[in-house]
Antibody, heavy 119, light 111 residues
Framework: QVQLVQSGAEVKKPGASVKVSCKAS????????FTWVRQAPGQGLEWMGW????????NYAQKFQGRVTMTTDTSTETAYMELRSLRSDDTAVYYC????????????WGQGTLVTVSS | QSVLTQPPSVSGAPGQRVTISCTGS?????????VHWYQQLPGAAPKLLIY???NRPSGVPDRFSGSKSGTSASLAITGLQAEDEADYYC???????????FGGGTKLTVL
């Protein structure tokens, strides 16, 4: 069965970076893309960007351009999202989701990773 | 402000039918991009509930249905059950932003 398992919670200071991982299993890794979505406490869902493990093509939301990098490692079937220059308003749960190639939807989601930014 | 507009909350008694609207524009829903719906139970990750406007993934009860017309879409839930109490989000793609867009979410309360 398809599973996306994310790394554990992180606490970071303002200005630092965080890298969240998303380990995939149960399907052919390069046949699907990944998207990353975050949710601030008590708020809605916010799309951050998308990456294809097949060709490393990415598309980042304009809000995060220059501050986010999404990568994949086909040898470990893991996707990564790194966010730099963290601010307090980056405190959120970060989700990875599998994307059916050619379709703009996440059909399986990771359990989420809480990133807390606090001095 | 979210690009897609949803009511903040809806409620209904067990067994009743409720609908949740999702209003977009000519650069997303009106541009023929599909609308998808996610259910987020308290403390859990979102789960795909409806995809491609009106399709249910395997395992989703047929009490849930979706529709789309013009620049809007709707999620209908019939035979409300206590376990349907959750947040519901619509999502599409916006060609002007070249980005996925979400509604602000709707909290469903089962009375």
């Amino acid at each position: 069965q398809v599973q996306l398992v994310q790394s554990g919670a992180e606490v970071k200071k303002p200005g630092a970076s965080v890298k969240v991982s998303c380990k995939a299993s149960g399907y052919t890794f390069t046949s699907f893309s990944f998207t990353w979505v975050r949710q601030a406490p008590g708020q809605g869902l916010e799309w951050m960007g998308w990456i294809s493990p097949y060709n490393d093509r990415t598309n980042y939301a304009q809000k995060f351009q220059g501050r986010v990098t999404m990568t994949t490692d086909t040898s470990t079937e893991t996707a990564y999202m790194e966010l730099r220059s963290l601010r307090s308003d980056d405190t959120a749960v970060y989700y990875c989701a599998r994307v059916v190639t050619g379709y703009y939807r996440g059909d399986y989601w990771g359990q989420g990773t809480l990133v807390t930014v606090s001095s | 402000q979210s690009v897609l507009t949803q009511p903040p909350s809806v409620s209904g008694a067990p067994g009743q039918r409720v609908t949740i609207s999702c209003t977009g524009s000519s650069s997303n829903i009106g541009a023929a991009y599909d609308v998808h719906w996610y259910q987020q139970l308290p403390g859990a990750a979102p789960k795909l509930l409806i995809y491609g406007n009106d399709n249910r993934p395997s395992g989703v009860p047929d009490r849930f249905s979706g529709s789309k017309s013009g620049t809007s879409a709707s999620l209908a839930i019939t035979g409300l059950q206590a376990e349907d109490e959750a947040d519901y989000y619509c999502q599409s793609y916006d060609s002007s932003l070249s980005a996925w867009v979400f509604g602000g979410g709707t909290k469903l309360t089962v009375l």
